[in-house]
């Protein structure tokens, strides 16, 4: 199914020898480093496909983490990139860039009527949270257990069920004495916590890196509720869900509108940039200017070029898109579960639009509670035969779809499928 090259695993591992002599731990990202059976090195890329130094093609469901949803190297993002190029990299200067993707943000997410640009999605959750203190006058905020939020002190915590704590060394543990930690979709527990002291609610309306968890019944529309009353500003994390989920993100598949969301990933089609979008009210702080807002690279001309690009792509095929997609990702959720049950390998798999996450090795994962229970090392190594056979994955067992699949990867993805499980069942 695969470009013939049996040797990949050494001449990979061989690259990672010469990176860990002069890069920390091999890589610029740790997860990239844990690749099972050993972490590619990437070549060239095009389309679903992308290519590793020992010449192996593989068909590719990581995406870059999820920003590529229209592929790797789409022609309408490249042709703005490089007409953007030609005209200089970065003064420090406006440009028309900016207002043109706030126009198409305003126009498509439901919450938007201004946006404010930064380079990544940590950066935008920091100025979210900002925004949300400086427009009431608060400091407390709501956050959710097993939600990511990027990597910076004051949210990076209660990153799995059961750890409240610090998700990683080195961290200040006083930067989180400001936040309340609750479980995701814990409605009674959001109406309990709640008080004039609360700035902010911040979550992740589809809990995707979790994965791919729906939110219950009515959780969203009580956040929406609670916040209003007590007057804090509820924030959506759409980094993930803004436009891979829908045109509208997830805000505008639920139904349910926010005052502020933070989008990125798939917005820049694989560039670097991020967003805050809300409300003109509570967008105020930045927006008259009494918040300070900084950042070289902000809302850089080259990144909001191809954000444009994307964001006009999506916007004119959505009725193909996102509809197809999403049946795809179906297909294969569909497909895994019958498989691994004529294996008799017990397995969770959950949907949310175009991203499908698998959980081996366990039948009983239904809310992102459960994954306390999720066997990361079965994950690993389910994630490792697909890449043996062939599909790039990411190694948690996350699948994400683009519009650049084909049937013919689907079909081929099927087959190396069937002997991931057949070779992660005979191992468990």
Same mark, same amino acid.
């Given at each position: ?264 990933? $798939?917005?820049? #089609? +694989?560039? =670097? @940039? *991020? ?5 003109? /009210?509570?967008?105020?702080? &930045?927006?008259? !200017? ?49 498989? $691994?049950?004529? #294996? +008799?390998? =017990? @397995? *969770? ?5 175009? /991203?499908?996450?698998?959980? &081996?090795?366990? !039948? ?56 991931? @499980? *057949? ?6």
């Amino acid at each position: 199914m695969a470009d013939p090259a049996p040797d990949f695993v050494s001449a990979n591992l061989e690259w990672r020898a010469r990176a860990l002599r002069s890069v920390a731990y091999g890589t610029s990202s740790t997860p990239r480093g844990n690749q099972l059976p050993a972490p590619l090195v990437a070549e060239r890329a095009e389309g679903a496909h992308l290519w590793d130094i020992s010449g192996r093609r593989f068909i590719d469901y990581a995406l870059g983490y999820g920003p590529l949803i229209l592929g790797h190297s789409p022609s309408p993002v490249i042709a703005a990139v490089m007409a953007e190029m030609g005209r200089g990299l970065r003064t420090a200067s406006n440009h028309r860039g900016e207002a043109l993707l706030g126009e198409l943000i305003t126009e498509t997410l439901p919450s938007a009527e201004l946006s404010a640009f930064v380079s990544s999605g940590s950066e935008a959750i920091q100025l979210a949270l900002r925004i949300a203190r400086a427009a009431t006058g608060r400091v407390r905020i709501i956050r959710f257990r097993g939600n990511y939020h990027g990597w910076f002190d004051t949210v990076h915590s209660g990153g799995r069920p059961g750890n409240d704590g610090p998700d990683t060394l080195g961290q200040d543990p006083a930067a989180t004495a400001s936040s309340t930690l609750l479980d995701w979709g814990d409605a009674e527990g959001l109406r309990a916590a709640i008080g004039p002291d609360i700035a902010a609610v911040l979550l992740e309306p589809v809990a995707v890196n979790g994965g791919c968890f729906l939110p219950s019944p009515g959780f969203l529309e009580t956040a929406r509720e609670v916040t209003l009353a007590a007057g804090a500003v509820l924030i959506f994390d759409e980094v993930i869900t803004g436009y891979r989920l829908g045109l509208g993100g997830a805000q505008g598949r639920l139904g349910v509108t926010p005052d502020l969301s933070v989008i990125g990933k $798939a917005m820049g #089609a +694989g560039f =670097p @940039i *991020s967003a805050v979008a809300g409300s003109a /009210a509570a967008m105020e702080p &930045v927006a008259s !200017g009494r918040l300070l807002q900084r950042g070289t690279f902000n809302g850089n001309p080259v990144s909001a070029a191809a954000a444009v690009a994307c964001i006009c792509h999506l916007r004119d095929h959505e009725g193909a898109i996102f509809p197809r997609i999403d049946a795809m990702a179906e297909d294969l959720a569909a497909f895994i579960r019958a498989e $691994a049950g004529r #294996a +008799g390998l =017990p @397995i *969770s798999v959950l949907r949310a639009g175009s /991203a499908v996450q698998v959980f &081996v090795g366990r !039948g009983d994962i239904a809310r992102l509670s459960d994954t306390v229970r999720m066997d990361r090392a079965a994950n690993a190594a389910f994630a490792g035969a697909l890449l043996a056979a062939g599909v790039q994955i990411i190694g948690r067992g996350l699948i994400y779809l683009s519009a650049e699949h084909s049937p013919e990867d689907i079909a081929l993805t099927k087959d190396a499928i069937s002997q991931a @499980i *057949s070779a992660t069942a005979g191992s468990c």
